[in-house]
């Protein structure tokens, strides 16, 4: 909880001196996220071309 509070306490230092300021939140630290999005592994599945029924 002290690391957000600096970071908002930085972010606050950087408006008062006209700076715009973006505070952005975690989404997830594990492999499947990645941009802020998270995806579900389990619902993925290969695609089917139809080159195998031939």
């Known amino acids: ?3 957000v509070m600096q ?4 972010a606050v230092a950087l408006e008062s001196g006209k700076i ?3 505070v952005r939140q975690t989404r ?8 802020g999005q998270l ?3 389990s619902k993925k599945s290969p695609l ?3 080159a195998e029924d031939q």
């Not at 970071?7 to 930085?10: S, V, Y």
């Not at 997830?28 to 941009?35: I, L, M």
């Open 28 to 35: 997830g630290f594990d492999a499947s996220a990645a941009c």
């Open 1 to 3: 909880m002290w690391l």
């Open 39 to 41: 995806r579900n592994q």
């Open 7 to 10: 970071i908002l306490a930085f």
């Open 48 to 50: 089917h071309t139809g």
């Open 20 to 22: 715009t300021v973006s």
